[in-house]
């Protein structure tokens, strides 16, 4: 059962004026320090320990004598042997006593199950808490249906490998590393059973993974991660925002496309098989005259996460997206929080936000910009779930 929304929201009547802005350490947990310390709130990373030191040593915030940052913009790390610990009880007292607003990133939702995260973890997260889950693809309600409902386009899905008449992508979790792909593509029955037993024997993927893996029609075109946010403190007309546009870089896919076809021949078999492990993201912009599209699929999802998951999106979300050569946008993923591209942008900002706020704006800026503004309004708990 979820946690009831006012209980959570009712959490910030103790806390300080000026709270703390805490993450999971990964992912995009440097953009939201970034974000958190340039709009003046104190910046938490929730780290793994033997995971820590990019927080606790390299972006740690070093402070002068008379206490202004100088250096760094992580100023508090609290480590833990692993991160599902950060749902303790313990912890969780912790957090409410410093007065932290946990801003949700794939991590947070990899490493801490979801149904902790929906109905035992008593912080209040800056975003759609309950949104989480439909980023789970083997769940009955997700963010395909999602999208269908909201009549965005999608690529068709194709109900068993018996039906695979045309090149497809199998999209299922990485057998060791769960928050990484074991995607892999074929044009053809015989393909999807030739690949899959041969990513099975390599352990890059399990049998049960596979058989409720989603398989889908392969999108020709490049790769857009348009990153939205959504802010309920203006009149819904005015409430979503376009900050800027990622791409992946994604490895052993990035340098098998750079070989020659007669290189890439060359390879013994199981190296042929790309591995869709992201390892690093891209700036990129798109053609202005595919923008009304892009906004107009934005405006969609909104009105129908509202409806479906009231209160609907909050905040940073992104829509990924493939274009095709007249480009018209197909979403075949999406991130219902901060995506994993951000950091691409920390500190410089993204270039559309930048146009809109007239100032650098990344979306972790934007995130604390929203808390300053909730706080300023005296309407703090409309962003917080």
């Not at 802005?21 to 709130?41: C, R």
């Not at 906004?295 to 909104?302: A, M």
Request: hydrophobic share 40%.
């Amino acid at each position: 059962m979820a946690l009831p929304l006012a209980d959570v929201r009712d959490l910030v009547d103790e806390y300080p004026r000026n709270p703390v802005i805490g993450a999971v350490g990964s992912h995009s947990a440097i953009d939201i320090a970034d974000g958190a310390v340039t709009e003046g709130f104190p910046s938490l990373v929730l780290a793994q320990a033997g995971r820590d030191a990019t927080y606790t040593r390299y972006f740690r915030t070093i402070r002068s004598p008379a206490g202004l940052r100088r250096r760094g913009c992580i100023d508090d790390v609290w480590t833990f042997s692993k991160f599902a610990d950060i749902a303790s009880p313990e912890v969780q007292e912790r957090m409410r006593r410093h007065g932290v607003l946990l801003v949700p990133n794939r991590a947070l939702s990899s490493y801490v199950p979801l149904v902790t995260i929906e109905s035992e973890l008593r912080v209040p997260i800056i975003g759609a808490r309950t949104m989480l889950r439909i980023e789970e693809r083997s769940e009955r309600e997700n963010y395909y249906t999602l999208l269908a409902r909201a009549g965005i386009p999608i690529p068709r899905a194709i109900t068993s490998p018996g039906e695979i008449d045309r090149l497809v992508i199998v999209k299922l979790p990485h057998a060791k590393r769960r928050l990484e792909r074991g995607f892999f593509t074929a044009a053809n029955p015989e393909e999807f059973r030739r690949k899959s037993n041969q990513l099975i024997a390599q352990g890059t993927i399990t049998a049960d993974d596979l058989a409720t893996a989603r398989i889908e029609e392969y999108v020709i075109g490049p790769v857009f991660n348009f990153n939205f946010f959504f802010t309920p403190l203006l009149p819904r007309s005015e409430g979503l925002e376009l900050l800027g546009v990622d791409e992946r870089r994604e490895s052993s896919l990035d340098g098998l496309v750079r070989l020659p076809a007669a290189q890439q021949l060359e390879l013994n078999e199981a190296a042929r098989v790309p591995v869709y492990t992201v390892v690093g993201h891209g700036t990129l912009t798109v053609r202005e005259s595919i923008l009304e599209d892009v906004f107009r699929l934005g405006e969609k999802f909104v009105d129908a996460s509202r409806d479906a998951y009231p209160p609907g999106i909050l905040g940073a979300f992104c829509l990924q997206t493939c274009l095709d050569s007249d480009g018209r946008p197909t979403v075949f993923d999406v991130a219902a929080r901060i995506g994993g591209g951000t950091n691409i942008h920390l500190g410089i900002g993204h270039p559309y936000g930048n146009a809109l706020w007239r100032a650098p704006m990344s979306t972790g800026r934007r995130i604390a910009l929203e808390v300053r503004h909730a706080i300023d309004l005296g309407r703090l708990k409309e962003i917080l779930t």
